[in-house]
């Protein structure tokens, strides 16, 4: 059968019905719908296939980071400038990966302990940590090296970044704690505005009744 043949027959199949002539006036349109899906979904395919493999790779460098380095600083064997500066040489994704956040906490903890606060916040000003549950743990301990440190503006910056955030994690906590800073920085005004913002809110509270008595002595 010659081509003209079958493009008469498919065009007389499709015409006995208006769907069917609609489908064949539009084939050309149609066709390319069809492929253009079918590359969006090979590419999706692609891009999943990607991802795993990146998550793969990113697993591998933490596990290598935390088994060899890590390990070694625990058990003295490590640097604690050695070890800072093998975590300053991994990628950014990889220092700010899900798979890393508990290394990066137990180092900071590890660093606190031993009296290298410098070292710790450079550790933690590295992770981007942008889930609610990642970015409370990191921000808190941040927090408090900058305070021990006696970088107070630096620690109420980290807090106010972390209390804008609606889903924030213990949100009356953190914002006692802004309200505490503001004090211990001379800023009184926003102490009291943060205190009366955790009674008011979260008057159940533990933090609530903290506030309360910072509140008594502000007054």
């Not at 625990?74 to 890393?100: H, N, R, T, W, Y």
């Not at 290298?116 to 550790?123: D, Q």
């Not at 807090?159 to 889903?167: H, I, Y």
Request: aromatic share 8%.
């Amino acid at each position: 059968m010659s081509d003209a043949t079958q493009t008469q027959t498919l065009e007389q199949s499709l015409n006995k019905t208006d769907f069917g002539h609609v489908i064949y006036e539009n084939r050309k349109a149609i066709f390319g719908l069809i492929i253009a899906i079918l590359i969006g979904l090979m590419g999706f395919v692609l891009w999943k296939q990607s991802k795993k493999s990146q998550a793969h790779d990113l697993s591998a460098k933490v596990f290598e980071f935390r088994t060899k380095t890590w390990t070694g600083a625990k058990e003295g064997k490590v640097a604690i400038p050695e070890l800072v500066k093998q975590f300053d040489a991994l990628d950014k994704d990889v220092q700010s990966s899900p798979v890393m956040l508990p290394v990066v906490l137990e180092m900071g903890k590890f660093l606190m302990d031993k009296g290298a606060l410098n070292e710790a916040e450079s550790v933690l000003s590295k992770v981007n940590a942008t889930h609610p549950v990642s970015s409370f743990f990191v921000s808190m301990q941040r927090a408090v090296i900058l305070e021990k440190l006696g970088k107070i503006p630096e620690a109420v910056a980290v807090l106010e970044s972390l209390a804008k955030n609606k889903e924030v994690l213990m949100a009356a906590k953190v914002n006692f704690e802004l309200g505490r800073l503001n004090l211990l920085n001379g800023e009184k005004g926003k102490a009291q505005t943060q205190f009366e913002y955790v009674i008011n809110t979260f008057p159940n509270d533990e933090q609530a009744k903290l506030a309360k008595l910072y509140m008594a002595k502000l007054n």
